[in-house]
């Protein structure tokens, strides 16, 4: 799944956890939250996280102060993962462990490997 596609997805699950928030705010502290997603916002209202069910696992999106995609976490049936992204959402350290092992890869700037192990 592209990045695109998974910001895609957010923005849909984003329209269905402030469903969920504006009708569940209740007086006091919540011992247990249950939802598809949670959206973090700053003061302006702007997306800056969205931690969300896919149709393949749980997925954390990090975004900077400019909506750029800088890191994400996601576990799938096959295995978890672990991207960080430049200022341009440009892939450049990409560390998963699936089910034939760990790969760790480094992205320089042009996109080209520096280095990797995946084999």
């Not at 998974?6 to 209740?26: D, F």
């Not at 247990?32 to 696992?57: Q, T």
């Not at 049936?77 to 992204?85: F, Q």
């Not at 320089?108 to 520096?114: L, Q, S």
């Amino acid at each position: 799944m592209s990045i695109e596609e998974r910001l895609e997805n957010m923005e849909r699950e984003l329209g269905r956890v402030k469903e969920v928030l504006a009708r569940s705010q209740v007086a006091g502290t919540a011992r247990e939250i249950r939802a598809n997603g949670f959206v973090l916002e700053d003061e302006n209202g702007k997306l800056r996280a969205a931690l969300s069910m896919l149709k393949n696992g749980p997925s954390l999106m990090l975004l900077d102060e400019n909506g750029s995609l800088r890191g994400g976490l996601g576990v799938t049936k096959d295995g978890s993962g672990l991207a960080l992204y430049d200022e341009n959402s440009n892939t450049r350290v990409a560390l998963s462990v699936e089910k034939d092992g760990p790969s760790l890869t480094l992205v320089d700037e042009n996109g080209k490997v520096i280095w990797s192990t995946v084999r």
